[in-house]
């Protein structure tokens, strides 16, 4: 018995089966680079403000009770700043988004604690809390998929945009010495 697959756009988009046109392709790797650079934006700015007004951010530690907060501000802001950098240009980005992924869960339970709270402060705070979960699944989503064709890691890897949208990958590589042995790989 034969099993068959319907290959409507509306399936493929449905159930996620794959999909064979060069036009659909590029799509899914527009949307992972759109996908890096959204998640990307809140590390940024959130690093950059601690950096730029440690005393500021140092406070706000301290007052939820986090030891040796004088260092860890800049611990933080650096991990959100290189972390945001690593899914900004899609280098290194599946270990990037692990350590934002870390990061979120320390941050979520110190600071966002919603548990432990009454009232109206209870509720800002589990905001608070499933924002940063549901930032969590964006950032396993990245870990599951990579970072995409437009990226530093594809290019490191040796299947960056242009030898995938060249038609014989092969010709850019002719009397070069190459690392892979294995041919490129379209997709994520």
Avoid at 111 to 121: P, S
Wanted: glycine content about 12%; proline content about 4%; aromatic content about 10%.
């Amino acid at each position: 018995m034969a099993i068959t697959t319907t290959t409507s756009s509306v399936s493929r988009f449905l159930f996620g089966q794959p999909v064979v046109t060069d036009s659909a392709v590029t799509a899914r790797h527009v949307t992972a680079l759109v996908a890096r650079i959204a998640v990307s934006a809140i590390f940024l700015v959130s690093g950059f403000s601690k950096l730029s007004d440690p005393a500021g951010s140092t406070a706000y530690m301290n007052s939820a009770g986090v030891p040796g907060a004088e260092t860890l501000v800049y611990v933080a802001g650096m991990a959100e700043l290189l972390g945001g950098l690593s899914l900004l240009f899609g280098f290194l980005t599946r270990i990037g988004a692990l350590g934002l992924f870390a990061f979120l869960i320390v941050t979520s339970l110190f600071f966002h604690d919603f548990w432990n709270l009454t009232g109206a402060e209870r509720l800002t705070q589990m905001v608070q809390f499933m924002k940063n979960l549901s930032i969590m699944g964006g950032l396993l989503m990245i870990v599951a998929s990579g970072a995409g064709r437009y990226s530093l890691d594809a290019i490191v890897r040796g299947g960056g945009p242009i030898a995938h949208d060249y038609r014989d990958p092969a010709a850019l590589t002719r009397g070069v010495p190459v690392r892979h042995a294995g041919p490129v790989h379209h997709g994520i």
